[in-house]
Nanobody
Framework: QVQLVESGGGLVQAGGSLRLSCRAS????????MGWFRQAPGKEREFVAG????????SYADSVKGRFTISRVNAKNTVYLQMNSLKPEDTAVYYC?????????????????WGQGTQVTVSS
């Protein structure tokens, strides 16, 4: 089972940027799709961004398209999320996880194991 540790969150003003990191251990993630998810207070966890194991395919939630970029460095067993033009509605705890692509083409988490996440707070 892969262990995941997220970092890089913080408090930022609207319009600012943050770069989140997700370091995996326990096994290589080089052959796994990986994704970022977030959970805002009182809401269900939702998909944010995903990148295929090869890095050739990406997917983003409509709410973050054009602002967020997911990347990965398999040699470092690490996944990143660059977040630009942040908005107050981006405030949430952000998690990374192993991901899968459903028949519908949408992305979902592929593991019930979640790390501790990293808090992102965007002030207006």
């Amino acid at each position: 089972q892969v262990q995941l540790v997220e970092s890089g969150g913080g408090l930022v003003q609207a319009g600012g940027s943050l770069r989140l990191s997700c370091r995996a251990s326990g096994r290589t993630i080089s052959n796994l799709h990986m994704g970022w998810f977030r959970q805002a207070p009182g809401k269900e966890r939702e998909f944010v961004a995903g990148r295929s194991w090869s890095g050739s395919s990406t997917s983003y939630a409509d709410s973050v398209k054009g602002r967020f970029t997911i990347s990965r460095v398999n040699a470092k067993n690490t996944v990143y999320l660059q977040m630009n033009s942040l908005k107050p509605e981006d405030t949430a705890v952000y998690y990374c996880n192993v991901a899968k692509v459903l028949n519908s083409g949408s992305w979902s988490s592929a593991s019930d194991y979640w790390g501790q996440g990293t808090q992102v707070t965007v002030s207006s």
